[in-house]
């Protein structure tokens, strides 16, 4: 079918939604931000609102107003700025890990040994790319060495480590040939290897969607976590029931930042925004019914 639709003015967009059924009471209003903000970006976050029946024509349920979409797109920015957060914190963490544990048991430049790396085709692959990477970066503690040192070629994998992409690194760390060399860096983490890397893949995709400000409080993720087998305690952190939601990220997340930092008041801060919104349903995101009483969000803000 070839598509017909016309671009439409900012005018012919409102017109548009109060023809389906939307109340804007302030067109001016309501013209400034469809101005600053694509209406097929907004549209996401009205979705919720138009009314279910198939034959609707996308119109709104009765009293819906244009602030009802509005509210949930302001929601989910300062959601998205409280995520990317916390992946900054777990993200710097895990290259500090994974840089110091080889370095102190293969030497400054184990990523270049290919013996300790499961694959041998995707380490020769990775080091392409990682080479690529380093050609690009204009960091000083590359352009030093460059400049200094001919021997190895490459710089020492504390200094690689800083550069490689967030989904490159992760890749890294999955072809290790040793359970027990990624099962030293998972340790730090109380965690099991098989859950760390899991994890740290789709933390790339979560950090992706950020990155891109893209909806993330009610969407379906397409790459979802391995879930903790043990502890209980852990364990019992999660929904199992809503593994494509957002919820089992951020409580990875706030695991592990009470972990990195036992003083964050990052827990408490995620509860308090969701508290505020009255017009979000944690349920949409993935919570379970008795999220408030899990220790892990008991935390003062």
Known sequence: MKYTKPPLSVDRQIDLLQSRGMVISDRARAARYLTHINYYRLRAYWLPFEASDSGSGHRFKP??????????????????????????????????????????????????????????????????????????????????????????????????????????????????????????????????????????????HVRNLVAHHSRLWNRRLVFTMTLPKRPPELVSLFNKKADRYIYNTIAMLAYLLTLISPGTTWPGRMRQLIEENAAVNPASMGFPDSWKSLKLWDKAS
């Open 63 to 204: 009293r819906t107003v244009f602030d009802d979409a509005l509210t949930l797109y302001i929601f989910d920015r300062k959601f998205r700025l409280l995520v990317l957060e916390a992946i900054e914190r777990v993200e710097v963490s895990f290259r500090t890990r994974f840089a110091y544990e080889l370095s102190l048991k293969y030497g400054s430049h184990a990523y270049m040994d290919a013996s300790i790396f499961h694959n041998a085709e995707y380490h020769r692959q990775h080091m392409e790319t990682l080479r690529e990477e380093i050609d690009r970066s204009r960091e000083t503690f590359i352009e030093h060495y460059n400049t200094t040192y001919d021997d190895p070629p490459m710089p020492p994998i504390w200094a690689v480590c800083e550069v490689m992409s967030f989904g490159q690194l992760s890749k890294w760390f999955k072809n290790l040939k040793h359970r027990g060399d990624r099962q030293t860096i998972a340790r730090v983490f109380n965690l099991d290897e098989i859950v760390l890397g899991s994890f740290m893949h789709h933390l790339t």
